[in-house]
């Protein structure tokens, strides 16, 4: 796994592993609802180059995630119902990412239309009285 790019998941399984993956469970599972979160929270660690920083490499792009490194990091533990919530609102923006893109997309071609029409009209290609009058 590319920790560091993150790439971390929730396993729903026990069983064997390489040396390559960290399996971590909480010190107590009353304070966790939510795996999910925690894997969320790991993640964005990884988009903001976090576990990057805390993982020695000994060439670029391979850097060795291991536990007795990580161990002494502190992660955020808001109470379970706060957990489930955090992840839920997650879900959603993950599942909007797509149509806000599309969206940005949309408004860039009409800004794009908009410039086209104003350069026409200026340099005399588009006859902007006619237009009105229609």
């Given at each position: 796994m590319d920790a560091f790019?993150?790439?971390i998941g929730v396993s729903e399984s026990t069983g064997k592993c390489s040396p390559e993956y960290v399996v971590c469970e909480p010190r107590d599972a009353r304070m966790v609802t939510s795996m999910?979160?925690?894997?969320?929270?790991?993640?964005?660690?990884?988009?903001?180059?976090?576990i990057f920083v805390i993982?020695?490499?000994?060439?670029?792009?391979?850097?060795?995630?291991?536990f007795a490194t990580f161990k002494d990091v502190l992660l955020p533990v808001p109470p379970p119902s706060e957990q489930k919530q955090i992840d839920g609102y997650l879900?959603?923006?993950?599942?909007?990412?797509?149509?806000?893109e599309r969206l940005k997309a949309q408004v860039e071609r009409l800004r794009e239309y908009r410039?086209?029409?104003i350069t026409a009209a200026v340099t005399g290609k588009l006859d902007v009285t006619k237009e009105a009058a229609a």
């Open positions: 790019a993150g790439a999910e979160y925690f894997a969320r929270v790991l993640r964005e660690m990884a988009k903001q180059g976090f993982c020695p490499s000994v060439r670029e792009r391979a850097p060795r995630f291991r879900t959603v923006l993950a599942q909007a990412a797509p149509l806000v410039q086209a029409l």
